[in-house]
């Protein structure tokens, strides 16, 4: 333990993986999920040709999964992450003692492409594009609420448990919105529709702004203040499909994102358009020197972005008995009681039961 936490997890007999999260002193890492079921992690800070990938993880998805979205638990050392081919939400705990990976969620799931973490009140919020849904989810039990029943073609999710708001973008061209509620669901509001084809959402903490790429033939890289105003074009990459960007992550000074249809990870500086890295030692190439990687999900793992901070919910689950939601901040109390679908909150608005109300 010299530099870095690094903790195994077995996968085979026959090799190790490890999950290695930076301590809190040190820089971002970054993520990057592979359609082939493996993570890269990798240092962006190092010289982006030389780059290694400092742990390559495999994990077990379905036969050609296509892991999608990810996130990460700091404190207990958990990876989560969907799976789009096999339907799924899995988490990967690696703590050096116990190294499972577990399905967290599944069945009724048709796309779920966005994946956000509350590290605060211990939620994980899942979207699903076909199905036009937002649940949340105990990561614990699986219990999981259908927190919003119909947001149309929704692509991705953020959430900042900070100030309590839940971010997404959804639907397409016309349709197309980015838009806030409370963590329970409440308070809605469009903080933009000056979208076209929105794909990832990246939420920056420390300068509270969206970031989000709108895919081919829009091709940019945008971003906008939490309040709706100052909408940037941040990056420009040009017309041909190839250089389409699809996933985002933003970590302190840099922006990342993978670049599809090559499947490169392309990394640059907020504010400077001009230089931009790319992380040739992840691409792996085949046979007539064919790319073999598809780049799905990728996220900044820093450390400083899960601080923690008092829940909103107390140290006692807010008395509830399933699930206790933050809402407005200057609500009394600050959040409400929720039970998972199928059970019903009961005269005291706390308690869940299988009962119906009466
Ligand atoms: C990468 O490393 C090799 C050998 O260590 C070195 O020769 C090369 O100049 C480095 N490339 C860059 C872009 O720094
Ligand atoms: C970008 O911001 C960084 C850190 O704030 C600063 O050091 C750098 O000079 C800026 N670069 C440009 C091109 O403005
Ligand atoms: C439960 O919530 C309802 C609706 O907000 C409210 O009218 C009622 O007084 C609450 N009951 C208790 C016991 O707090």
């Not at 061209?173 to 000056?194: C, F, H, K, P, W």
Request: aromatic fraction near 12%.
């Amino acid at each position: 333990m010299s530099t870095l936490l690094i903790i195994l997890w077995m996968f085979l007999p026959f090799y190790t993986d490890c999950i290695v999260f930076p301590r809190q002193d040190e820089s971002p890492l970054i993520a990057v999920l592979d359609f082939r079921t493996t993570i890269d992690i990798f240092d962006p800070s190092d010289d982006g040709g030389n780059t290694t990938v400092i742990e390559e993880i495999h994990l077990r998805g379905g036969i050609g999964g296509a892991s999608c979205a990810i996130d990460f638990n700091y404190r207990e050392n958990l990876i989560y992450w969907t799976d789009i081919f096999v339907d799924k939400v899995y988490s990967l705990k690696a703590d050096g003692v116990d190294q499972e990976q577990k399905v967290i969620l599944e069945g009724d799931l048709s796309s779920p492409e966005g994946l956000a973490y509350d590290w605060i009140h211990n939620n994980l919020y899942v979207s699903d594009w076909r199905q036009h849904k937002i649940w949340v989810i105990n990561p614990e039990t699986g219990a999981r609420k259908t927190l919003l029943p119909y947001v149309h073609e929704v692509r991705d999710l953020e959430v900042d448990p900070g100030t309590g708001w839940l971010y997404w973008i959804a639907g397409w061209e016309e349709t197309a919105v980015l838009m806030r509620s409370t963590l329970d669901g409440q308070n809605q509001m469009v903080i933009t529709s000056d979208l076209e084809r929105p794909m990832s959402l990246s939420l920056d903490y420390d300068e509270q702004r969206l970031y989000w790429t709108e895919v081919y033939p829009v091709n940019l890289i945008k971003s906008i203040r939490v309040d709706g105003e100052d909408v940037t074009i941040v990056h420009r990459p040009g017309r041909h499909y190839d250089f389409t960007p699809k996933y985002i992550t933003v970590s302190r000074d840099s922006i990342y994102w993978i670049q599809g249809f090559k499947y490169r990870v392309l990394g640059r500086e907020k504010n400077n358009s001009r230089e931009i890295t790319r992380y040739r030692n992840l691409e792996k190439y085949g046979q007539w020197n064919m790319q073999k990687n598809i780049f799905m999900g990728i996220l900044a793992i820093d450390p400083r972005k899960q601080t923690e901070s008092p829940s909103l919910c107390g140290d006692n689950n807010g008395g509830c008995s399933h699930f206790c939601l933050p809402t407005l901040i200057q609500s009394t109390p600050p959040y409400n009681c929720a039970c998972p679908d199928g059970m019903n909150l009961m005269d005291d608005n706390k308690t869940c039961s299988d009962e119906a109300q009466n």
